[in-house]
Structure formats: C-alpha cells, structure tokens
C-alpha cells in the first residue's frame, strides 16, 4: 500500500463537481444563460422531487487555521439581521424568476458559522424562506453546529422550524493539534451538544473528522476516534486535512509541510480510523464518510440514490440546488454559478435587484455525460458505458488510462464498465482524474487542488 501511496499521491479534485470550478468556461458563460437553466430544471423537476437549497452564513468569532472555507471574522452580531435580510431578498429575486411556487426537498445552513446566529435570526431566516416556498413531504433539514457556541436554544428553535440532522465539527480532541488550527475545543462541549440534540429529537447527529492535520500522530486519531465512539454519532465524515496555504483568506501559512504527516502515515492513520470505526458497526460511504445502519445515508447507499453535490454527500437527489448568501454555489443540473464572495459587493449587488453571481459554467452534452460517470463512480463505486448516451469521444483514451490502475488492483474493467475494488476505494479521486477530459487537455500551471491522499 505504501508504494501505491507513493505512486497516487498527487493533487486532484474532490470532485463535488463536474466540471470542477478551476476549468468552468466563463467565456460561454452569462447570467440569461443561467437563468435559461435554472428555469428549464425546475419545470422538470420540482413537482416530482423538489429542488435543494444551501444558505451560506459566513461569520465566525475566531478564525480556525485549518480552514479554507469563505468567511468573515468579527465579534459584531449586529451583523446578523441585514444578512438575514439580505439573503432573504436574493431568495426574493431567484423565486420571482421560477414559473410556479418552489417546493424545497433539502436545506442546508453552512458557513463559516451558522451558531454565530441568535436562534431567534435562525428561526426568522427559515420562516421567511417559506414565505416564499413550501416543504416536500419527506423534506430533510440540516446545519453545521459549532460545538463551543451551539445552545439548547440554537437546537430547540431550528428543530421547531424542520431541522433534524445536524453535524458538529470535532476535528481533532489532542491539546497540541487544536492549538494548531486555532480550534480549542474540550470533549465535553461535543458530548453536550450532541446529548441535547438527541434530547430535543433530531434524528440524525454527525461528527466531523480530520485527519492528517498538523502535528497529529497516528494516537491523536486513535484518541479521537475513541472518545467519538462513546457518543456513537449517527454518521461521520472523516476526511483529509486539504494542506491549500495559497488560497486568498485562509490560516494554513501558520505551519509548514514539515509540521504535516507524511502522506503514508496519513494513509495508515485513516485505515486505523476506518478499523475502528467499523467494528462498533459503521459502514463506510462513498469517500471518507461513515454511517450506522439505521442512518439515511446509509439507507440511500443499499438502495443506489445516495448523491454528491457542493454540500458533498446527501441521501437523495434533487436536480436543482440554489445557493444562497455570498460564495455559495449553485447547481441547476445543466449549469452552475457561484456568487461573489465579498460581503460588501454582495450586499451591493442583491439590494440593486441582482442576482449576485460572477462566474459560472454551462455544462455541455459531453459535460454531463463525464458528470454521470464521476457521480457513479463517487457514489456506487462503479459505472458502465452500455449506453449510446453514456459514451463520450475521449472514452478511449479514459479506459487507456485507466489501464495502469487496472495493473495494480484498484478495479476491474469489462466491455460494459468498471468497477472499483476495495482496494482502489482509497484512490477514488484518482480515478475519478481518469475521466476528467478538462484536467487532461489543460494541465494547471499552478497548484490548485490538494493531494489526493
């Protein structure tokens, strides 16, 4: 495993989307183009299973170094209701485009930190979403909590207003390592929070799970994957630290390569993680996921509707996601457009009556059909290409270079498909590369992804 490490460990995508945003196509792209999909997607879908909506809540009282999420850092909550408002005229000016009242399947707050709000903002913001809109009968509702400032409150208002799941950011328990990334953060905060949560109702609790941070050795990730098993979380992500000190607005130029684990003892600290996640019964999901089996992602994983899109894996699809708040990022199926990601240009442009994006990409015929595989691959661990309509011209050249890993026992490929081997799950992005037609045709000149392991 060690040379294969070695071998694919390189950088690449994490493909929550197809094509990935470095090689969207702003040059084909504008907002009547946008608006044209956004409109066509949700004739065809809204009625039969909703549409998805991800609202961005940038604020955070401190800045975590691990970080490469857009936020703003302040300690000034009278920020919190002209966003609110603001948010709520963005939703305004989507609704007024839709040709009929939207039903809303999926709500996700996300950020920054969604808890820097008063319950009473939160409870507000949703109220005034479904002014506007109405929910599906078997709608989910989730947000990210963070474990220091989430409150009975916080939990009791949003599960009045439809919440059932929600996810904490555990990270890392060792002293040193939440020293590191700026997350001082006890276990007893975590076992709070997700004692009350069960307390009020949710049904679905998770924890976030980073390993390969700086400074963590293999014992903190064993120490924390304990500590995590006597809370026994409904579902887990437990990913790798993306080291992307380059990027504009992040903390990660406080430590250096040299303070990071080597990529094979990160490796040998997700196997170890994964070990011991298993044998108190949790199945793993996709990338870097875990769920119990009574867990809706493990449910939508055995009936084959398990998906992947910006709010990473979901327990069903829905063909339309709209973004809302500054950066977010939207998904009409056949395109995708993300807002500014400055707070006062966003603030700006909503309350001039405009949608607030500044970039995007349409997808075209032979976009789509490399997203399916991607999505296939990402979610199923397999795809096939029987179809006329599952080919695409560069098919070849993808099965060539698919060929090598064939070699080394990550999957098997027939006249029909390809199907990822236990062994190959820990390279999944590194297939997934083999059908990026864009990456292939252009090489980045500069870094742009983190390593794939």
């Known amino acids: 495993m060690c040379n294969l490490v070695q071998k694919y460990n390189i950088p690449g995508p994490r493909y929550t989307s197809y094509p990935t945003v470095p090689y969207w196509n702003d040059s084909t792209f504008s907002g009547k183009k946008w608006e044209e999909t956004l409109i066509r997607s949700f004739k065809e879908s809204n009625k039969e299973e909703g549409i998805s909506l991800y609202i961005h809540l940038p604020f955070c009282e401190s800045l975590c170094t691990f970080c490469g999420c857009h936020k703003r850092i302040t300690k000034r909550h009278e920020v919190e209701i002209p ?3 603001t948010v709520l005229k963005e939703w305004k000016l989507y609704c007024s485009l839709l040709p009929e009242r939207p039903i809303v399947k999926e709500l996700h707050l996300g950020g920054g930190t969604p808890t820097f709000f008063t319950p009473e903002n939160l409870k507000e913001l949703i109220k005034g979403i479904f002014r506007l809109a109405d929910r599906a009968t078997d709608y989910e509702f989730s947000f990210e909590g963070h474990p220091n400032n989430t409150t009975k409150e916080h939990l009791k208002a949003l599960y009045d207003v439809g919440f059932r799941r929600v996810s904490y950011g555990v990270q890392d328990y060792n002293d040193t390592v939440q020293k590191a990334i700026h997350r001082i953060q006890p276990f007893e905060n975590v076992k709070n929070v ?36 006597e809370l026994v979380p409904d579902r887990l992500a437990f990913y790798s630290y993306a080291h992307v000190p380059w990027l504009k607005g992040n903390g990660q130029r406080g430590y250096k390569d040299k303070d990071l684990p080597t990529a094979e003892e990160k490796r040998i600290q997700y196997e170890k993680g994964k070990k011991l996640l298993q044998e108190v ?19 939508s994983m055995n009936t ?21 708040g500054l950066s977010s990022i939207s998904d009409s199926w056949y395109g995708f457009a993300q807002n500014v990601k400055s707070l006062e240009e966003y603030n700006h442009l909503v ?103």
């Open 194 to 229: 997700t004692e009350w949560a069960r307390e009020i109702g949710y049904t679905s609790v998770g924890h976030d799970i980073i390993f390969g941070l700086p400074f963590q050795s293999l014992q903190h990730v064993e120490e924390t994957i304990i500590k995590t098993k």
């Open 281 to 299: 019964g949790y199945r793993e999901i996709g990338m870097d996921h875990f769920a119990l089996e009574t867990d809706s992602l493990n449910i």
């Open 304 to 324: 084959g509707k398990l998906h992947r899109n910006f709010m990473g894996y979901t327990a069903s699809k829905t063909q339309l996601m709209i973004g809302l």
């Open 351 to 453: 309350n001039n009556n405009i949608i607030p994006i500044y970039r995007g990409h349409i997808l075209t015929k032979e976009d789509q059909i490399i997203r399916k595989h991607i999505l296939n691959l990402m979610c199923r661990l397999t795809t096939s290409w029987t179809d006329d309509n599952e080919r695409f011209s560069f098919l070849p050249d993808v099965i060539e270079k698919l060929q090598e890993m064939k070699k080394d026992g990550l999957l098997e490929i027939s006249l029909q498909g390809l199907r990822v081997l236990e062994k190959g799950k820990p390279f999944i992005r590194n297939i997934c590369m083999a059908f990026d037609v864009l990456l292939h045709k252009k090489a980045p000149e500069t870094r742009l992804f983190s390593m794939t392991i």
């Open 83 to 85: 966003y609110i408002m």
